[in-house]
């Protein structure tokens, strides 16, 4: 944690301009970051320990000018409280008033228009400390020379790529990588967060999904244990109408009760209660 002496001249979030009205090229850019965000609001549903941002400044003083943000369109920080004092939502990410905590994540979805993901921003967000730093550019990848996913890891004070996907990011506790996922009725290619072993974490309309399939899958069970009752008790009826049939025969025909026994393979009892239920 940074001393807020050295932030005591700086301008509160209040201050600062929250939005700068620029309006995302595509649909991803506003749909994946959001997604990632509503999925992690479930796999950390008991911590309020992070916070994850979608389309907002990042005000900073590791630039020429600290009233001037970095908008990226997705960011984590973990080690923040997910809401301000006095239950306030975030108008942006002041890191001067989040005790000098960076980000450890920043996500930039490239569109048709050039928006520096691979120069400015890359060196803004690696002078700035962000540990990972996330490109999918899954459309225009060979305009950019480059891969529809790429994730850097500072080394050194410099980024370096990383190979591996999903990539495991042992500080934040979490994989991230593509996927493919049917959201909303659709399938398509979607970023998610995966577990230590690969494993995709759902989204709530995947665990409803999931739920539902558990449900009936446990009714169909359920219905197959109770047909196979039945059956087992049918078969048992049989089996005793043939016995009774068998002993009333041997009966008739004058064998004793033992002999009807030797022949039946049954107990000497068994028979005695059956020719008194004839």
Do not use: C
């Not at 907002?56 to 003083?61: F, K, L, N, P, R």
């Not at 080394?155 to 990539?167: A, M, S, W």
């Not at 244990?225 to 068998?246: D, G, S, T």
Request: charged fraction near 25%.
């Amino acid at each position: 944690m940074v001393s807020i002496d050295l932030y005591k001249n700086l301008p509160t979030s209040d201050e600062l301009p929250d939005s700068d009205d620029t309006p995302v090229d595509n649909e991803d850019q506003n749909f994946l970051p959001n997604y990632l965000l509503f999925l992690l609001a479930i796999i950390w549903k008991d911590r309020n320990d992070w916070y994850f941002g979608v389309d907002m400044g990042i005000y900073h003083t590791s630039g020429e000018n600290p009233r001037v943000p970095v908008i990226p369109d997705g960011f984590l920080t973990v080690g923040v409280n997910r809401r301000r004092p006095g239950n306030k939502s975030r108008k942006s990410y002041v890191v001067w008033e989040e005790g000098g905590m960076v980000p450890q994540l920043v996500l930039e979805v490239v569109s048709w228009t050039p928006g520096n993901e691979y120069e400015s921003k890359m060196a803004i967000y690696e002078k700035l400390g962000v540990l990972y730093y996330v490109i999918y550019n899954p459309e225009y990848y060979q305009r950019d020379r480059h891969q529809p996913f790429e994730i850097y890891r500072q080394i050194d004070g410099k980024y370096q790529l990383q190979t591996g996907e999903p990539y495991w990011l042992p500080e934040i506790g979490l994989g991230i990588g593509r996927t493919q996922a049917t959201v909303g009725g659709i399938d398509r290619e979607i970023l998610s967060w995966f577990d230590q072993y690969g494993r995709r974490y759902l989204s709530s309309e995947e665990l409803a999904q999931q739920a539902q399939l558990e449900a009936q899958q446990a009714q169909l069970e359920a219905q197959q244990a109770q047909l196979e009752a039945q059956q087992a008790q049918l078969e048992a009826q049989k089996e005793r109408q043939a016995r009774l049939a068998a002993i009333a025969q041997l009966d008739n025909i004058g064998l004793t009760v033992q002999q009807i026994s030797v022949a039946l393979g049954l107990s000497v009892e068994v028979v005695r209660q059956q020719l008194e239920e004839l």
